[in-house]
């Protein structure tokens, strides 16, 4: 069967004016996921990214000699949209992160306030260009072309975000999107997910796999 393997981005950078760009702590994860992905034997006869610079740049670390193609089916949900639409005064990000500084734990309420502006998306609030349905959709039609490119006993690589992966594993557990809400706060930064195609269609084998960190400090989900 071929195999793709689905690779969340390493850490971008959170608490900066620009997050899309990896943290110090993310260069050195997707480094270490290159490490992993060598040792586990994994040969790429295609490797895809969304067109983020953090796709980018894990990509780049983590597989240097290869060439990764961009298919903006993997990029993520526009982020900065649903947090607006959630609370408007947010479209200036310095004000967010004022506001959330001043909580005390700055990411955990970061987390509180996006679980709502998620949850008004997905329950299909008005203001956004993308909707939920919509997002989920693309993000299983960008696995199944890749599938299509694939031949029997190939793999494919794809550094893409946890809001995708999480789209997909739910389609194919479910068949349909009611996992998303759950699968997306988890998802971890370079973890892997596995999903072999073969005269059967699309299966998930594995979910969020992040061995790779373990013993170390360079878990996150953020």
């Not at 299983?140 to 997909?168: D, M, N, Q, W």
């Not at 557990?173 to 997306?184: A, E, F, I, P, T």
């Amino acid at each position: 069967m071929a195999v793709i393997y689905l690779v969340r981005h390493a850490q971008a950078s959170f608490r900066q004016a620009d997050y899309d760009q990896l943290s110090p702590q993310g260069e050195e994860q997707a480094t270490v996921l290159g490490k992993a992905l060598l040792a586990r034997g994994v040969t790429a006869d295609l490797v895809l990214r969304g067109s983020m610079r953090r796709h980018a740049q894990t990509a780049a670390l983590a597989l240097a000699e290869a060439t990764a193609e961009e298919d903006k089916g993997f990029d993520e949900f526009d982020h900065t949209e649903l947090i607006v639409a959630h609370k408007p005064a947010y479209k200036r990000r310095a004000v967010m992160l004022a506001d959330l500084a001043r909580t005390g734990h700055p990411e955990r309420a970061f987390q509180q306030m996006f679980t709502a502006a998620t949850q008004r998306w997905v329950e299909g609030g008005d203001g956004y260009t993308e909707t939920f349905r919509a997002f989920c959709e693309r993000s299983e039609a960008a696995v199944r072309r890749t599938a299509e490119r694939l031949g029997k006993g190939e793999t494919a690589v794809v550094f893409t975000s946890g809001g995708p992966i999480a789209a997909v594993v739910s389609r194919l557990l479910s068949g349909g999107d009611q996992l998303w809400s759950r699968l997306n706060p988890i998802t971890i930064n370079t973890a892997i997910t596995k999903v072999v195609s073969g005269r059967s269609g699309l299966t998930v084998v594995s979910y969020n796999e992040h061995g790779h960190l373990d013993g170390t400090e360079l878990l996150s989900y953020r």
